[in-house]
């Protein structure tokens, strides 16, 4: 039976809860399909056209795959034996929170409005000859647009890493305002107000970055405050 994760540190007060030991593999498989299915996306869309209806579409889709590069450089500094430090002790842990707020997250925002934009586009409409008539795909984009409540699922009920990070009631409160914001941007897309969804969307994106940042250093911190309480066995 493996041994479980001490508690106590040698001063005898509690040490910190950090996040469950992650298999760096498994990220790495999500790191390929972050980067290749966004990027894709962006590359279609930049050959459709219509850049005024798919320009935040398209940014956000970049975002999201040039996160999961930089969500793998976390990952790849990963390391827990001899000559390991704070840093690398935390590798999966801060390239998990990349994944997890700079790439998913504005790839959930930008997936309903991709939809709208592949329902509603003349370019990608235009009624050839002979064309048979198919009904209208209305609110079709709503479906993929599901995706985000087992996202928000994921978060609140403790399997992302940001629930080690910060309270309960702060991590309700981001997941909420997140929430807030992809629906705002959606419904700014929808009526065309193409200026305050690329502001909604701004928002989310700096907020996603403000809660990576803290994060990582939080987890750093964390890391060597239960290193210098708690010395590896080989540090000791």
Known sequence: MAKGRATIGIDGTP????????????WARLIRVMFYTP??????????????????????????????IVGG???????????????SR???????????????????????????????????????????SAPPLANAELLPAMAIAPFMLYQLAGFGTLHFIVSKSMNWAINIATLCLIIASYAANREGLYLAERAFS????????VVVIFGILKLKQMQMDYTRRHPPEHEK
């Open 202 to 209: 701004g928002l989310l994106v700096l907020g996603m970055g």
């Open 73 to 87: 450089l976390f990952i790849a500094a990963e390391g827990d034996r001899g000559g390991a430090d704070e840093a």
């Open 39 to 68: 990027g894709f996306l962006a590359i279609l869309l930049l050959k459709v056209g219509e850049p005024t209806s798919f320009g935040i579409t398209v940014e956000l889709l970049m975002l999201a795959s040039a996160a999961a």
């Open 15 to 26: 040490l910190p809860v950090l996040p469950p030991e992650h298999d760096a593999r498994v």
């Open 90 to 132: 935390t590798g999966v842990w801060s390239g998990s929170l990349v994944l997890e707020f700079l790439a998913v997250v504005p790839f959930l925002c930008a997936v309903p409005s991709l939809f709208h934009e592949i329902a509603s586009s003349t370019l990608l409409h235009d009624k050839l000859p002979n064309a048979v």
